[in-house]
């Protein structure tokens, strides 16, 4: 029978502990970008890269389309597919992975698609 002594107690904490960190090491990241050329080379905002990494997704080769060209894209590796191609990412200087603005600021102007 398993019960809830002072071992238990600490190892759970050591783990709360440790999330705790990687949540704020990674917080902290994304105003220090320590890693940009590495975010900037895989065309990914600040969250995507330093908080979103790791998420869940089905596994399952996924089709997909380009939300702004809206051309059939090759089938991603899991469900969590890009929401943007290589070259409209790039073009508009948004995040491929979730759309945002790759500095994260409003527009103030409507954008016309690109194809």
């Not at 895989?42 to 080769?61: D, I, P």
């Not at 059939?72 to 992975?97: D, I, M, S, V, Y």
Request: charged fraction near 30%; hydrophobic fraction near 30%.
């Amino acid at each position: 029978m398993n019960k809830f002594d002072t071992d238990t107690m600490n190892a759970l904490t050591d783990r709360a502990r440790n999330e705790r960190d990687v949540v704020l090491y990674r917080a902290l990241s994304i105003f220090g970008d320590p890693n940009k050329t590495q975010r900037l080379a895989e065309r990914a905002c600040t969250v995507c890269f330093y908080l979103r990494r790791g998420g869940l997704s089905g596994q399952a080769f996924t089709a997909w389309s380009c939300l702004n060209c809206e051309q059939l894209q090759p089938e991603w590796h899991n469900t969590a597919h890009p929401r943007l191609c290589e070259g409209c990412a790039k073009k508009l200087n948004c995040c491929q992975k979730c759309g945002a603005d790759m500095d994260l600021r409003s527009r103030m102007k409507q954008m016309n698609k690109r194809r």
